[in-house]
């Protein structure tokens, strides 16, 4: 099969990558990059499992094809953590809200809640709903990653009118 020749930007680093035309971006960060922390769930634009941050913003790398991403930055839940593993607030704040069950979602989820903290530093309970609600969950109810995001807002910026 013909393949293409790009350079993708991902957590800060660039990689010069072959991939077919019609390869998504889900399946390069995944196969090509081995970047396994974004997940595959329905591959037509609807759970939300595969979101990665595009320019900051969150996007569904299973509705993108990867030359696409050719001179854009894109980050991925490996990026949110410091180069020696530490975890980012966000990922701690699920860690220590128990955010998860099966976790198939989470990756998805961090992206949402990190993406919605870079521009609503005290956002209430319906903005955290509201930015998880792309976003599905077979297993929490949700309640614990709604916790989680906004536990993140307060340890990052403090508890509202401080
Ligand atoms: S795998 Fe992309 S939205 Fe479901
Ligand atoms: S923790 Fe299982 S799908 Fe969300």
Request: aromatic letters at 4%; a negative charge; proline letters at 4%.
């Amino acid at each position: 099969m013909k393949r293409t020749n790009i350079e993708l930007t991902v957590n800060g680093r660039s990689h010069d990558v072959s991939v077919p035309p019609r390869m998504t971006l889900v399946d390069c960060l995944r196969d090509e990059l081995r970047l396994t922390g974004t997940h595959v769930g329905c591959e037509h634009g609807v759970c939300g499992a595969c979101s990665v941050l595009m320019d900051g913003a969150p996007i569904r790398s299973c509705l993108m094809f990867a030359v696409q991403a050719e001179g854009h930055e894109v980050t991925t839940v490996e990026g949110l953590a410091d180069e020696d593993g530490t975890l980012s607030t966000i990922q701690d704040s699920f860690w220590e809200n128990h955010a998860m069950q099966c976790g198939y979602c989470t990756p998805g989820m961090l992206i949402a809640g990190q993406a919605l903290l870079a521009e609503n530093s005290d956002p209430s309970e319906a903005d955290i709903r509201e930015a998880i609600s792309g976003n599905l969950c077979r297993c929490t109810g949700y309640q614990q990653i709604v916790e989680a995001i906004a536990e993140d807002a307060r340890r990052r910026f403090g508890e509202p009118g401080e």
